[in-house]
């Protein structure tokens, strides 16, 4: 009876402080600061709280159990208004994920989908803002976008086919504790689209002339821009309830800063 309840509780204390059974952390704190995005003026920084995201992309084995617990989201439930006809094309059934590894990111996933799978855990999709910043990261620095190996590295990833079948955590560790920011899938956020569609909210009412600008660039110096830019016009060739196979998620987390 001691046994077990020591057990509970340090299955309540692990989740509370976002560390797996394993004894692996699975969500890591990033420090807040502030940066130049890609749609603003080298004059105009972005400044960002502290908050958490998980270290890993959702995987197929992650969303399996979320469809088990809320069965409005298995492919055969799931309404057209929330995922298009190629939601979880991969899997076999609702329940069967076919010849989809479980620790290969789960794809074909509408942004309400990943929506609600954060929520389910008590966590968000991350903003466009905050995982851009996240992504700065190389192994070593916080903002490696200057790098033109790193940066390289990134532009390589975009012609590399079917890098969705790969398992999570093969790529890179960055300077924040995270994988797979660049080299797996591509990730929806929250506001994926907000650039695209009110840039001058944020101050920019040169955005559009920015983004074209950094499509044109294919100098050494410009790979920045340029790798930046194609995630850039993929979110905004987005609707929320599309799905692609090389598309997942991963959540983040808002840090109250009240209570450190």
Not at 169 to 174: A, E, P, R, S, V
Not at 213 to 237: I, P
Request: charged residues 20%.
């Amino acid at each position: 009876m001691r046994y077990k309840s020591t057990f509970t509780m340090v299955v309540l204390l692990t989740s509370f402080l976002g560390v797996s059974s394993q004894g692996q952390p699975t969500s890591v704190l990033i420090e807040g600061g502030s940066f130049v995005p890609i749609y603003g003026s080298e004059d105009v920084l972005v400044a960002l709280e502290d908050f958490k995201m998980d270290v890993y992309p959702v995987t197929n084995d992650d969303f399996l159990q979320f469809v088990k617990e809320h069965s409005e989201w298995q492919k055969s439930n799931v309404k057209r208004l929330f995922a298009d006809k190629s939601y979880l094309s991969g899997w076999d059934s609702d329940l069967t994920y076919a010849n989809s590894l479980p620790n290969s990111p789960v794809t074909n996933v509408s942004w309400y989908a990943a929506k609600a799978y954060c929520e389910s855990k008590g966590q968000r999709l991350p903003a466009v803002d905050e995982w851009e910043y996240a992504a700065m990261a190389d192994q070593k620095q916080k903002d490696a976008r200057k790098d033109s190996t790193y940066n390289q590295y990134i532009l390589s990833w975009y012609e590399t086919p079917k890098t969705y079948t790969n398992e999570i955590g093969k790529t890179f560790k960055n300077y924040w504790g995270l994988y797979d920011m660049h080299g797996l899938v591509w990730e929806w956020t929250m506001d994926f689209n907000s650039v695209m569609i009110s840039g001058e909210s944020r101050g920019d009412a040169d955005l559009d002339r920015n983004l074209f600008c950094a499509g044109g660039a294919v100098g050494a110096t410009d790979l920045m821009n340029y790798a930046a830019f194609m995630r850039y016009a993929f979110r905004g060739s987005l609707k929320a309830s599309y799905t692609g196979k090389n598309l997942g998620f991963r959540c983040a987390e808002t840090v109250n800063t009240k209570t450190q």
